[in-house]
Structure formats: structure tokens, C-alpha cells
């Protein structure tokens, strides 16, 4: 046999051991591959549910148990990073989380809200305390303003605004509306973290939180 002839004897051979291997790997390779991780879904903890139950339950309305914080806060409505729970007479309620540490001239604060007015869509009016030629004049403006888009986060759709008063000032505020009532969640811009950190934290707080209906 010539050499012209076993060279291309050899050629053939290759090309018959390659072609099943190629047809192996495009068929049998994505076999191997793990599949998409699915977040688990948020879940209120059970340290943190009771009091958020005696809650809904005074207020006879739902409300929504933060499953997430921004570090180092922790949910629990008792500690050092609890920072008080109100009720006032129409059902609307506060509760407010933070940490606080000053030191070398240095400010750092981590600060979220969550707040609800069952039977109410309204955005609430504040009272702005002026003086205008002398006198003291006592403004009524809305809580929450300097409306900015709209986005859809989890099963709510939310308001995003920069400007607010009150507990809520200096704040990001999301608000939403759920079955006749409006519900707010602010967190604080402030050192140690920056704008968009805060943007990402209320984004995923958002996501993350837990409604609590009351018990009938």
C-alpha cells in the first residue's frame, strides 16, 4: 500500500471515532449542568412574627413583616436596634429600626420605617412650622413629596419619594397601596452607606417583605 493511500485511510478513521463524540458531547453535554438556583421564598421569623401578629391584630388591618434589613439591623421589636412601635388613634402606625454610632467626628446611621394607614390611600399632611414677617405660621404640606417613578417590586407596585417629613426626613420613601390602605417603607441616606446602597436595600426589603394578616 502507498503512502497517498494509508494517509487517507487514517483521515477516514479519525473522522469516524470524531463524529460520535461530537454528536455525544452536543447531545448529552448540558446533562451535567445545575440547574438555576430558585431563591427561597421570604419567611417572617419566628422570633420576629408574634409581635407583628399582636400587631395586625390591634389594628385589624394586614401588615408586612420585613424578612431583610441592612445590616446590623435586626427585626425584633426589643434590643438595641428597636427604635419604637405607635399606634395612633385612626390604626395608622410606626415601626422603626436603627443603629447609630458617632465617633471621630464621624456620623454613621442605619434608619428603616415601616409604616401603615388602614381604611386610608391618601398621602397624609404634615405640619410645617415657618415664620413668615414675624409671625409663625403653621403649614399643612404632604408627607411624603418630590414624587419620583414608579416600579414594580414582588407583588407591589411602588411610588418611590425623596422628600419627606416627619420620622421619615431626610429619608427614600416607597409607598404602596393594598386593599384600601397605604403602606410605606423609608430608609435613611446616611453614612455608612450611599444613595443607590440605600436604593438597593429598599429594593430588596421590598421584595422581601412578609404580609401578616390579622388573625380572625
Known amino acids: 500500500m502507498n503512502l497517498r493511500k494509508l494517509g487517507a485511510y487514517l483521515v477516514l478513521g479519525l473522522l469516524a471515532v470524531a463524529v460520535p463524540l461530537v454528536a455525544y458531547g452536543c447531545a448529552g453535554g448540558?446533562?451535567?449542568?445545575?440547574?438555576?438556583?430558585?431563591?427561597?421564598?421570604?419567611?417572617?421569623?419566628?422570633?420576629?412574627?408574634?409581635?407583628?401578629?399582636?400587631?395586625?391584630?390591634?389594628?385589624?388591618?394586614?401588615?408586612?413583616?420585613?424578612?431583610?434589613?441592612?445590616?446590623?439591623?435586626?427585626?425584633?421589636?426589643?434590643?438595641?436596634?428597636?427604635?419604637?412601635?405607635?399606634?395612633?388613634?385612626?390604626?395608622?402606625?410606626?415601626?422603626?429600626?436603627?443603629?447609630?454610632?458617632?465617633?471621630?467626628?464621624?456620623?454613621?446611621?442605619?434608619?428603616?420605617?415601616?409604616?401603615?394607614?388602614?381604611?386610608?390611600?391618601?398621602?397624609?399632611?404634615?405640619?410645617?412650622?415657618?415664620?413668615?414677617?414675624?409671625?409663625?405660621?403653621?403649614?399643612?404640606?404632604?408627607?411624603?413629596?418630590?414624587?419620583?417613578?414608579?416600579?414594580?417590586l414582588g407583588a407591589v407596585t411602588v411610588t418611590v419619594y425623596t422628600a419627606n417629613q416627619g420620622a421619615d426626613m431626610w429619608h427614600v420613601l416607597y409607598a404602596w397601596r393594598r386593599n384600601g390602605s397605604l403602606y410605606t417603607l423609608s430608609e435613611h441616606v446616611a453614612q455608612p452607606y450611599t444613595y443607590k446602597q440605600v436604593i438597593s436595600h429598599l429594593d430588596r426589603m421590598t421584595r422581601r417583605l412578609v404580609p401578616v394578616p390579622p388573625a380572625t
Open 30 to 152: 448540558d446533562s451535567t449542568s445545575a440547574p438555576a438556583a430558585v431563591p427561597e421564598p421570604p419567611v417572617c421569623k419566628r422570633s420576629e412574627l408574634a409581635s407583628w401578629q399582636k400587631l395586625a391584630n390591634e389594628i385589624r388591618a394586614p401588615v408586612y413583616c420585613p424578612s431583610w434589613l441592612p445590616q446590623p439591623l435586626v427585626g425584633k421589636f426589643s434590643g438595641r436596634f428597636f427604635n419604637g412601635r405607635s399606634v395612633d388613634p385612626d390604626r395608622s402606625y410606626l415601626v422603626s429600626f436603627v443603629w447609630f454610632e458617632s465617633g471621630q467626628g464621624l456620623v454613621s446611621e442605619v434608619h428603616v420605617n415601616l409604616r401603615a394607614y388602614p381604611g386610608k390611600t391618601r398621602i397624609p399632611t404634615c405640619e410645617d412650622t415657618l415664620t413668615v414677617g414675624g409671625k409663625t405660621v403653621h403649614k399643612k404640606i404632604p408627607c411624603f413629596s418630590d414624587r419620583q417613578r414608579q416600579k414594580r
